[in-house]
């Protein structure tokens, strides 16, 4: 049985990772390791089955513009929360929008979504096909469709896709 490359790193991150968790779980006890590789060997054949491993390319510079993008967001999102909090009146206006991703399918679309979801006032409720149901807090003061595109390019510039034309 051969494997790619990706799919060794796979295989090894994962194991790692599983490796890590059993140690944390049994407070590091040297007996537990017997019945711990036979698990980890069982986590991890089950999370290849589930999730296989696909070739990825992530950009650093598009990683490090990428982070701060989600920093600076995640810190407005932190102080729009606060601000509500303090305010004897919220000002909410809900809605749900509709946007056409121009992201290829995979994994730059399940980053994004779940991007957005950590984003201020923002929480992805759907995506199929190629269009994401967004719901808003402050539906008419925030463009959502404009935020979606600045995500959406900082994904694909780290993992290196070409958007789609809308």
Known sequence: MKFSVS???AILWRSA???LLWWALTDGRADSWGVG???ILAAVSLSLHLLPPVPTYVSRIGLLRFVI???DQSLRGGIQVAWFALRPRMDLRPGIHEIPLRLPEGVGR???TNTLNLLPGTLSV???GNRLCLHVLLDGQTPAEAEVRRAEIR???MLGLKLAET
Do not use: C, I
């Open 7 to 9: 799919a060794v790193r």
């Open 126 to 128: 759907g995506l199929e």
């Open 37 to 39: 590789a036979a698990s």
């Open 155 to 157: 994904v694909a510039h």
């Open 69 to 71: 993008f989600f920093v």
């Open 110 to 112: 399940v980053l994004l």
């Open 17 to 19: 990772l599983f490796a």
